[in-house]
């Protein structure tokens, strides 16, 4: 290989590398978006016809976008070594592979289990030099604890500014839209604490169950898998103050702070901030679909695949102000949104009657829109008085960008860490600081014996997430 750049994906037989990475990839190079000249090269375990399978994810994945030109460009680029990442062996045969490479991203879709083991036998074989850059998957580590033990490895071959990791839902547009949202707008921003918000509420509702990732998923619940990562960079882009710039660090430190200054929820709080539950058999999108437990031969889990959490950001800007995390698996519909919940109006020159406070609502999944709801007259010769009913204002991005495919959030993702932008990246301390609030829950949990609570595959979830957020007078949107 006599590429000066090269991308070497672990894992690249698995789920992640298939489904999501090599399609993305080819996507880019449908756009002429690949760095010139960079070679693909993949590694796993076994030996395989590497470029078929390739070519076989991503045609299933681009249906009638697939382009016969853009695939030769890009199978031009692939290669494959098959070898057993704890083994030196493979770090010679990439050497080998990569030599002359001055610019290249290890690219880790393997299990974090590995990560540490990966970056060490990088640095031995003299493949963590200078122009090498790590991008690691979330999660990274189980807890507070597994996490440093990766970090330090991470760090003894690889600096900070050469470690990348990632968190998908940092890809996704709607996700960077909120800064665009927030900061390229003068309309929120006044209104963007808690003088006019009521109540934050984020929901990752899906309908996929663990299936094939039982074992893993297992080891870790919806609150490790879900909340640690994608909800709290979520609830960070809301609550945080404006950065200087778009530069990676004034992001990821206005990000940490938010981390910083949520309310730690332990053993005292758990039974009245948050919920856990467990899928039991059910229905999904009209077909039986089992338990949970039932989806591993004999098994028996105090997993959670549901949790839902009351969540607090001791600051000026937000005191008292609920952040409600709700995410689950084998819920009734896809759904990821967040929704800004304003206050009532602070007194009312019309009949209460039908007054409802403005909320807007961002939706991610399973379509991308942007809401407002709106008080409006509604058109009557009514003598009875005004009759009001809210209305939406909105953002419908499917309309506006018509033309556009909508992009794999790898796409973005990848196409950063080659150029070496870690805006969308998350830095060491905000790692380390969700685990440690999301360790502080897990170990409540533990103190106070809290099972997951049984809910039917397909339904909205345990009907205890429905107290957590009336205890305030506030109410899930679904
Ligand atoms: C992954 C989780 O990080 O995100 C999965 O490990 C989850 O359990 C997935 O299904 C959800 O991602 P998306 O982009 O489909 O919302």
């Not at 009734?332 to 007054?355: E, K, M, N, Y």
């Amino acid at each position: 290989m006599n590429h000066s750049k090269a991308l070497v994906i672990f894992g690249a037989t698995g789920d992640l590398a298939q489904k999501m990475l090599f399609p993305s990839l080819y996507f880019l190079e449908a756009d002429g978006l690949l760095p010139e000249g960079i070679s693909i090269l993949g590694t796993a375990r076994g030996e395989v016809d590497f470029a078929g399978k390739v070519q076989a994810s991503v045609k299933e994945r681009a249906g009638a976008d697939f382009s016969e030109q853009a695939w030769a460009r890009f199978a031009k680029r692939l290669d494959y070594v098959a070898g057993d990442a704890q083994q030196d062996d493979l770090y010679k045969a990439l050497a080998a592979k990569l030599k002359g490479a001055q610019e290249i991203v290890f690219y880790l879709a393997v299990s974090p289990d590995f990560f540490g083991a990966i970056a060490l036998h990088l640095k031995a074989a003299g493949l963590a030099h200078k122009g090498a850059r790590i991008a690691v998957e979330k999660p990274l580590g189980h807890d507070l604890p597994s996490c440093l033990k990766i970090e330090q490895a991470l760090e003894t071959a690889f600096t900070e500014d050469r470690i990348f990791r990632v968190d998908h839902y940092l890809g996704k547009e709607t996700v960077q839209n909120l800064l665009a949202l927030r900061f390229a707008n003068t309309l929120f921003e006044p209104l963007w604490n808690k003088d006019s918000i009521e109540h934050v509420q984020i929901t990752v509702a899906e309908t996929v169950g663990a299936g094939g990732r039982w074992s893993y998923y297992d080891h870790y619940g919806a609150l490790r898998d879900i909340v640690q990562n994608h909800m709290l960079q979520l609830l960070c882009l809301i609550a945080m103050e404006v950065p200087a710039n778009l530069e990676p660090d004034s992001v990821r430190n206005e990000k940490v702070k938010v981390l910083r200054s949520l309310r730690p929820i332990g053993a005292g709080e758990v039974e009245s901030q948050t919920v856990r539950g467990q899928y039991t058999k059910g229905y999904t999108d009209g077909a039986a679909v089992p338990g949970y437990t039932q989806e591993k031969d004999g098994g028996e889990s105090d997993t959670e695949t549901f949790a839902a959490i009351a969540a607090h950001i001791d600051n000026w800007r937000w005191a008292g102000v609920p952040f409600y995390l709700r995410t689950g698996k084998r819920l009734a519909s896809r759904s990821t949104q967040i929704v800004v919940q304003f206050r009532p109006v602070p007194h009312s020159i019309f009949s209460r009657r039908g007054l409802v406070a403005n909320r807007l609502t961002i939706r991610l999944q399973p379509e991308e829109e942007i809401s407002l709801s709106l008080m409006n007259k509604t058109p009557s010769l009514d003598q009875g008085g005004m009759q009001l009913k809210p209305l939406s204002l909105n953002l419908n991005l499917i309309d506006a960008y018509k033309k556009t495919r909508r992009r794999i959030a790898y796409e973005r993702i990848l196409l950063d860490a080659l150029a070496g932008n870690q805006t969308l990246f998350v830095r060491r301390d905000e790692t380390e600081t969700a685990w440690a609030w999301v360790d502080a829950i897990a170990d409540g949990w533990k103190d106070r014996e809290m099972k997951p609570l049984p809910y039917a595959a397909g339904s909205s979830g345990p009907p205890a997430q429905y107290a957590l957020t009336e205890r305030n007078g506030d109410a899930w949107v679904e």
